[in-house]
């Protein structure tokens, strides 16, 4: 199986502050990455597949990077909403897809 | 969307079944997974069932766990049996639209607990 290692596991920030939250695969999984936001009481949105495409409606400060084993995702200016647990998932493995430990984003 | 149901507290070594309704999206066109979320073990795939038919399993809960469909209820079905305490986990079902190697539209999630 594929490891997924996602660092930070949990981070302060401020509103307005440039987030950047990273994902290491234990092996290629060439650009088949999305990363998902995780809010208590609500079902988790995804925010970037193939490794860096936006899905509709989500906004555009959330950016993704990488390729191979190694993947970004940018929030460029926080926001109150964005508070949350961020997760990365491979999709690029016959099964099983594995996902990242989590990235949680706490106010400072 | 997907809401799922079914979810509660049931013994080590019982049995419990999950559903999974669509609407908006037809279970049969569709590959739809079940995923699973705990403390101590994080996100973990459980099992798929592609819009062909074929079905596939976790290790962790081969031999134990089944997925299924209802075309007509337009409904995706999860049997779990010999239940165990590290089963307990909140289960989310998600859909792959074939081909497109991401998870969306995701469940709220129905939350399983194993205990005695």
């Known amino acids: 199986d594929i490891q997924m290692t996602q660092s930070p596991s949990s981070l302060s920030a401020s509103v307005g502050d440039r987030v950047t939250i990273t994902c290491r695969a234990s092996q290629s999984v060439d650009r088949d990455l999305n990363w998902y936001q995780w809010k208590p009481g609500k079902t988790p949105k995804l925010l970037i597949f193939a490794a860096s495409s936006l899905q509709r409606g989500v906004p555009s400060r959330f950016s993704g990077s990488g390729s191979g084993t190694d993947f970004t995702l940018t929030i460029s200016s926080l926001q109150p909403e964005d508070f949350a647990t961020y997760y990365c998932l491979q999709t690029y493995s016959a099964l099983p897809w594995t996902f990242g430990q989590g990235t949680k984003v706490e106010i400072k | 969307q997907l809401v799922e149901s079914g979810g509660g507290l049931v013994q080590p070594g019982g049995s419990l079944r999950l559903s999974c309704a669509a609407s908006?999206?037809?279970?049969?066109?569709?590959?739809i997974f079940w995923v699973r979320q705990s403390p101590g073990r994080g996100l973990e795939w459980v099992s798929v069932i592609y819009s062909g038919g074929p079905r596939y399993y976790a290790d962790s809960v081969k031999g134990r766990f089944t997925i299924s469909r209802d075309i007509s209820k337009n409904t995706v079905y999860l049997q779990m049996n010999s239940l165990r305490i590290e089963d307990t986990a909140v289960y989310y079902c998600a859909r792959e639209r074939a081909g497109t190697r991401f998870l969306d539209p995701w469940g709220q999630g129905t939350l399983v607990t194993v205990s005695s």
């Open positions: 908006g999206i037809i279970v049969s066109g569709d590959h």
